[in-house]
């Protein structure tokens, strides 16, 4: 007894380093292996079930040589003591003890799997991690040209013009003036180009998500259909922003919690609502898993569609249906924007808005 407890703490510690050497991990699993061995030839032959903490263990192999090579060793450290025991076995211990070496004998092929799909996902989160900070450098570089280039030379023009204006005033005042109008002008031309690049800064389109949207899919092995057009004219540029968000955010969930082979992207657009529909052939979730999203990416959501008057609906039948309509609103443009594209004011007044009916 006492070398067979002695035997069963040293199994313990072997189950304890398993996890944390590096250098000696065959040691300990080539000691795990021979422990249970002798712990069922010499002892009780339900011993046998420790090899299910070993069969684990023997999936850290990355290398296929080196993981088939343990994995004859664990399958003869099963099958002899079983055969040993065998003419000891009672015909009930034999139908106990067969379905789980069956188990046993499978479950490193199992981990091996899980293993190499848990892999996938972090490198697959990397690389979004990685394509994420190559488009904001991309996104850097072209603000810097459109600013260099836009901006640059009307810049340099308004002082060299300035510095004009400042000889002119005593000797040529009239001319001086009109330096100073053509300043004017120019200083406008410029403050129109700083608000069409803060704009094309801000503005991202559904059809732009719906891209990277697809690409992240594919990448999950998720099948991928769009139905609709995705332009959609008309639409203001703050709702096309947040339904963007709202796009990538039902993605990301599909991606991550799903399980889905199949995905969904469909558009509607009425006279007075636009109808965003992003299903999937998943798990579903049932109120629980729904509550606890809603504290995380299905509150941010319903937030951010709160600003514009949408809701988000969700739906779990035969997989997961989140469905997101917003009011189409219309802009109306106003005399003063007009007196403002023409050059007239400087800052144009807020526009009119109406909702369809």
Known sequence: MAIGYLMIALFLLTYRQLFFAKKWFNFWLGLQMILSFFLCVSFN??????????????????????FNIALAIFYAMLILPFVINLPQMAREQLFIMLPFIAVMMMSPFGMRSMFKRQKLERDLDEANERIKELVKHEERMRISRDLHDT??????????KGQLVTRLIERDPQKALLEAKEIEQTSRAALRQVRELVTNMRTLTVAEELKASERMLRSAGIAYQAKGNFQLKGISEVAQNILSMCLKESVTNIVKHSRADTCT????????????????????????NETRNDGNGLKGMRERLSLIDGTLELASSGGMTATICIPIVKRKTSDEELACDNGSHLMPKTPARSVNP
């Not at 032959?45 to 990355?62: E, R």
């Not at 636009?274 to 052939?281: E, H, I, K, P, Q």
């Open 265 to 288: 992207i469909a558009v509607e657009q009425t006279s007075g609502e636009l109808r965003l529909t992003v299903s999937d052939n998943g798990i579903g979730c049932n109120k629980d």
């Open 45 to 66: 032959q339900y011993n046998l079930f420790l090899g299910f903490y070993t069969s684990s263990f023997i999936a850290y192999y990355k290398v296929r040589r080196h």
């Open 151 to 160: 901006l640059g030379h009307t810049l340099s023009l308004i002082t060299l």
